[in-house]
């Protein structure tokens, strides 16, 4: 019978870490590619808790606890989301990062505990400090052979089966040969035989090459094996290479199965192997040590080429830019025609932004789940509109609408909050807003010497609110 309460399936894991002889596990936001955003089949704290959010985590005890024996863990864009979709009486509310799953269970776990994690979804370096805060306390952290989350989730979804296709080298400006071609170099200058290429965005940039498996992202879930010699590796599920992708990476790569990963990583025992410890799961970097390979962490050879963008990129950014603004321009005069009656909802002007964009044949899909949010929602960060929490919006109130496009030359990502008539902002919400634009003003104009980091220019965006003894707790901006 399908648990339909996270009360049932927080006991059924409990249950399942005993069957174990474990006394906790600690579940985060993650994939085997630690990717920002996962697919469905790997929602799995969401699946446990309720919790929709793109980052946070979990841990649960099992056994003898004090307290619940659960918590969530979430910085300060989830502050009010966390405690909307996550039951109280089952889990404390934890703040990262002034506390994190290690430092808890070391708190709430008995001495001599068997702590379990997915090696396969955490970080090499969050496991390594995880063990060494845990084993201060003689607690133990176990890597484990198979997620018991997997073991009691009986509807779980299986991996999406959309097809990767390649991404025209026209768009690129870059053929995915020139690419490896340039990795095998950086290989052999450094003296190493052969990277492992993890990250999913990094896979798909190497290989010129698209996907659905994710909602909103263009990737395909694969791994990548480059040698010295030029030659490279796909692991990809078979029956997700399309003709067209097969054709187009050519004999120089060769196509294989997702599940022969790890076999193929236990083949390189004896070789030097870079492998990016930020972006590949502490599981890859057992596999290898476990097969004798020379592991070197270095950062993954696609990160600095794919930051720099190509002439054929920046074109392509530039029209992408300017399409998504026409239809950010029909929406923004849209919502102030239709609006101030009080008929359009939340999930309405989302559906109509789409649609605006949508007007361009170049869209493949929106590039995050727009945040459209009247009123109080205004003010989550990460606000998630569903038929659940949808709402009018009000006459006479603020409207946040964060939004994006992904098109095939480019991405988007704008912001817009605007006041939504007949009536007018009160003097707060006017003084509030005049304050976010001096930030951004002020950030605009700085002029700064080489060797500023974000952190230092960052006071200038919020010296405005600080004069008025108010802050916001998230980030002030981001590339796309």
């Not at 309460?5 to 579940?27: I, N, P, S, Y």
């Not at 979804?157 to 490896?180: C, M, N, T, Y």
Request: with cysteine.
């Amino acid at each position: 019978m399908l648990m339909n309460t996270h009360e049932a399936r927080l006991d059924a894991l409990r249950k399942e870490l005993q069957r174990r002889d474990l006394q906790g596990f600690v579940v985060p936001i993650s994939d085997e590619h630690l990717s920002e955003y996962v697919g469905s089949y790997a929602q799995r704290l969401h699946w446990l808790t309720g919790f929709a959010g793109s980052a946070g985590s979990a841990a649960v005890l099992a056994g003898q606890y004090l307290g619940k024996g659960a918590a969530m863990f979430t910085d300060g864009r989830y502050t009010v989301q966390v405690r909307e979709q996550v039951d109280a009486n089952l889990y404390d509310y934890e703040d990262v990062p002034a506390t994190g799953p290690a430092k808890w269970i070391a708190k709430h776990a008995p001495k001599g505990a068997r702590i379990g994690y997915d090696a396969w979804l955490h970080g090499v370096e969050w496991a390594e400090a995880a063990a060494k805060e845990l084993g201060r306390k003689g607690i133990e952290l176990v890597p484990l052979d198979g997620n018991p989350i997997d073991a009691v989730w009986e509807d779980r979804p299986a991996p999406s089966p959309a097809q990767a296709v390649p991404h025209d080298d026209r768009l690129a400006g870059r053929s995915s040969a020139d690419k490896r071609n340039a990795i095998a170099d950086w290989l052999k200058e450094e003296g190493y035989d052969a990277t492992v290429v993890t990250a999913l965005d990094s896979v798909a940039w190497l290989m010129n090459m698209r996907g659905a498996d994710i909602a909103n992202t263009p990737v395909a879930l694969s791994y990548a094996l480059v040698r010295a010699d030029g030659t490279a590796d796909l692991f990809i599920a078979r029956d997700k290479v399309s003709p067209e992708l097969a054709q187009h990476l050519g004999n120089a790569v060769t196509l294989r199965d997702r599940g022969e990963f790890v076999s193929a990583l236990e083949s390189l025992s004896g070789k030097s192997v870079a492998v990016d410890p930020d972006r590949a799961v502490a599981g890859i970097f057992h596999a290898l040590e476990m097969a004798g390979a020379k592991v070197t962490r270095a950062e993954d050879p696609a990160v600095l080429p794919k930051a720099i963008k190509t002439p054929a990129e920046q074109q392509g950014h530039r029209d992408a830019q300017a399409r998504d603004g026409a239809a950010v321009v029909r929406f923004l005069r849209w919502i102030s025609e239709n609006a101030p009656s009080g008929e359009v909802d939340e999930l309405t002007a989302a559906a109509k932004l789409r649609e605006f964009r949508g007007l361009s044949p170049d869209l493949k899909d929106t590039s995050f789940d727009t945040i459209s949010a009247a009123g109080g929602h205004a003010a989550l960060p990460h606000y998630k509109v569903d038929e659940q929490s949808n709402i009018p919006i009000p006459p006479s109130s603020i409207f946040l609408c964060d939004s994006g496009g992904q098109y095939l030359d480019g991405t988007t990502d704008i912001t817009r909050t605007v006041w939504v008539g007949p009536g007018e902002p009160t003097a707060e919400m006017i003084d509030r807003n005049t304050r976010v634009l001096k930030g951004h003003i002020q950030l605009a104009q700085a002029r700064f010497p080489l060797g500023t980091n974000g952190g230092q220019l960052d006071t200038l965006a919020r010296m405005h609110l600080w004069q008025a003894g108010v802050d916001y707790g998230h980030g002030t901006g981001h590339g796309v």
